[in-house]
């Protein structure tokens, strides 16, 4: 059973630094990676969806890369500002489950960048 | 600029009622997704749809029932509600499947059963 954990589940930095946020997945047997900002009392908002096929997928000062090999993903932002804070969900479409649209979400890690 | 629309936004109903959670979305997508968010928890997929008149189960499906008679609406019911499903409720649409696009969500209906 594919299983997404995000470390840490929560990170507080000073505005203007670079980070990472952490997701990873059991199953390497995924069709796509997608990152999810989540602002509170809000649904999510797509960030980035990496194909299977894919190593990164870019948007602005966000960097998503996808090593299915290790069973991993990393969301970069660069220069952090206090319009970032939210909380940060990835999500695996996991192949092995019955029908496509099984969506395998990790718990979030809540980024707070401080002025 | 709607795009994924839920109402209510916030409910309290007592143990045995039954209630329907609207959503309906005017961007012309085919998916419709339901899922459910318990507290410091990810999403989990409750019913989608892949078009007007079909629908499938997802991960926890089970209390719930899903009709999509139109495009753009995809109703969720609770028949019985229990405790166990007080829960955040969101909404999501697409184009095309999870495979190939992001979902656009909307912000939810907050649901507590007591």
């Given at each position: ?7 840490p589940a929560a990170l507080s930095v000073p505005e203007g630094e670079n980070l990472v946020l952490n997701c990873s997945f059991t199953d ?88 | ?6 109402t209510p936004k916030f409910r309290i109903l007592k143990i045995g009622q039954s209630m329907t959670l609207q959503c309906t979305q005017d ?88």
């Amino acid at each position: 059973k594919q299983e997404v954990t995000q470390i840490p589940a929560a990170l507080s930095v000073p505005e203007g630094e670079n980070l990472v946020l952490n997701c990873s997945f059991t199953d390497s047997a995924i069709y796509n990676l997608q990152w999810f900002r989540q602002d509170p009392g809000k649904g999510l908002t797509s960030l980035l969806l990496i194909q299977s096929s894919q190593r990164e997928q870019t948007s602005g000062r966000l960097n998503a890369s996808l090593d299915k090999s290790s069973g991993r993903s990393t969301l970069y932002i660069a220069a952090s500002q206090p319009g970032d804070s939210a909380t940060y969900l990835c999500a695996a479409g996991d192949r092995a489950q019955g029908g496509s649209e099984k969506l395998v979400f990790g718990k979030g890690t809540k980024l707070t960048v401080n002025p | 600029n709607a795009g994924v629309t839920q109402t209510p936004k916030f409910r309290i109903l007592k143990i045995g009622q039954s209630m329907t959670l609207q959503c309906t979305q005017d961007m012309n997508h085919n998916y419709m997704y339901w899922y459910r968010q318990d507290p410091g928890m990810g999403l989990k997929l409750i019913y989608y749809s892949v078009g007007a008149g079909i629908t499938d189960k997802g991960e926890v499906p089970n209390g719930y029932n899903v009709s999509r008679s139109t495009t753009e609406d995809f109703p969720l019911r609770l028949e019985l509600a229990a405790p166990s499903q007080t829960s955040v409720y969101f909404c999501a649409s697409s184009n095309q499947g999870a495979r190939y696009q992001p979902q656009h969500f909307g912000d939810g209906t907050r649901l507590s059963i007591l």
